[in-house]
């Protein structure tokens, strides 16, 4: 491939090195020049230009970049189709990541054009989470180098994704007078939360004293326990394993068990007890596992949730990577994040896009109607804006000039959704797309026909999101009735950006295995004002017929 400088007209057929605006629009970086865009780009007084030209053999980047992701082996892993010699690879299913080391080592030491990078092994991963990317970094790549590339393959599965199975799981907490019920009560809680990405189902607890017989007794109830499907047996002692003849350990033995390993080389989480009974995997829990911060349980629940059974010697070789202190995702020593350089942040996307069809005379807009003289657009973003948010997103639609004038001087980025028609998918896809090039951790969702939602509200739901460490969806409530704003954590982008119709984020939260806190913010997190009598009942008018 020849790269360099060239008179413009000497162009036709070489690929644009950089983006170049001509007067109707910018020719991409990537573009391949045709004889209309020679004309207009000398129309445009450009007299010369930074272009590729293929030599034989070459490959453009998009083609190599679709060959090679053909040529990676995968399961349970989607691939998207090129762009900017980019191929992202998706996992299919909830499930446990595992890359081919070995493989990807080889596949990037062909040549430097090609690289290709995936998260850590042995990741708890989403549905739709991207898990790997294949990037050629120039514009063309030899075809001989990418042979070479899909040779040092050798068929390997490259890309793996170990869907997790449902389980019915069976907990047992033992009982000394100095452990709380309310302890028991949140470890209970936190289990159900831990299964809820494999929609295991928690079919049955026991409650036992704290004695190996005891707790025996209940390990072979467990195993009658009525099930359809694979069974785990979970064990939180109310006192710490401190010996392998210590009470779990010893109720294993004493039910017909055997104790594959007391401790792992994983902290937090080092004082986990590992058995098997009639082939039904059994876990003593650690201590820390009563909490929902990241632990060695999660590693080991997590793996049998994938229908896998460790052994001693699986578990002995998890030291690297098992330092975990204040690390609450994926197992690779990385940096807190109450420890790391960005706080977690959450964007705004405000909701005004919607036609306003239930004011009923097709001429009032809902969101231009007053209160305190405030068009109650201007008012729920003004609300928005005084909140800890970072930056915030109005997506408008209907009578869209109408809505930015009412905006005006505010530090509002705007989101003209030209298909809000085609329902609020679109106005969501139009404001997290928007949204999510800041980077934050979270985006807000907040509709902007609710006039009660105040900025400690708000603030409120971004405290909760923090404390989640932005792993989990928030949403405002009144007497346990979900409402709105919602907070949708980065995990969940991409399935919201793939909704389509009259549909908003409800099934992605329901379905996406993570955790939700729901923040009490009382009857704000239902006042909306989709007709006349509730936009009078909560304040508002209009000044006149127009508006």
Known sequence: MKFGEVATSQAIGCILAHSTKVAARALPKGQVLGVGEIEELLNAGIRSLTVASLDDGDVPENYAADALAAAIGSSQVRISPATTGRVNFYAEENGIFWPDKEAVDLFNSVDPAITLATLAEGGSVKRGEMVATIKIIPLAVSNRAIGTAVSSLFGRAVLTVDPYLRHDVVLISTQLPTLKQSVIDKTTR?????????????????????????????????????RSRPQVIVIFGASAVTDERDVIPEAIRLAGGRVLRVGMPVDPGNLLVIGDLAGVPV???????????????????RRLLTGERPEAIDITRMGVGGLL???????????GRDQRSKPISVAAVLLAAGTSSRMG????????????????????????????????????????VEIENALEGLCVRLCHNSSYLSGIASSLACGISEAAKDNADGVLVALADMPNVSPSDINALIDAFIDAEGLSVVRAATH??????????????????????????????????????????????HIDVDTPEALMAAGGAFEDSTH
């Open 190 to 226: 936190n289990l159900v939360r831990r299964l809820e990405s494999s929609h295991s189902t928690l079919v049955s607890e026991f409650r036992s004293d704290h004695r190996a017989d005891a707790v025996a007794e209940q390990i072979r109830d467990a195993l009658r326990v009525s």
């Open 283 to 301: 876990i003593g829990a650690p201590g820390c596992a009563r909490s929902s911060k990241e632990n060695g349980f999660d590693w080991i629940l």
């Open 325 to 335: 202190k204040e690390i609450p995702t994926r197992p690779s020593p990385r940096q």
């Open 361 to 400: 005379d097709g001429i009032k807009h809902k969101l231009l109607a007053r209160f305190d003289g405030i068009p109650l657009v201007r008012r729920t973003a003004s609300s928005v804006l005084n909140s800890r948010v970072t930056t915030v997103v109005a997506v408008t639609g209907h009578r869209n």
């Open 480 to 525: 346990g009735k979900r409402g709105n704003p919602v907070i949708i954590p980065r995990s969940l982008f991409a399935d919201v950006l793939a909704l389509q119709g009259d549909v908003g984020a409800k099934h992605v939260i329901q379905n996406s295995g993570l955790n939700i806190v729901d923040v009490q913010i009382g009857k704000a997190a």
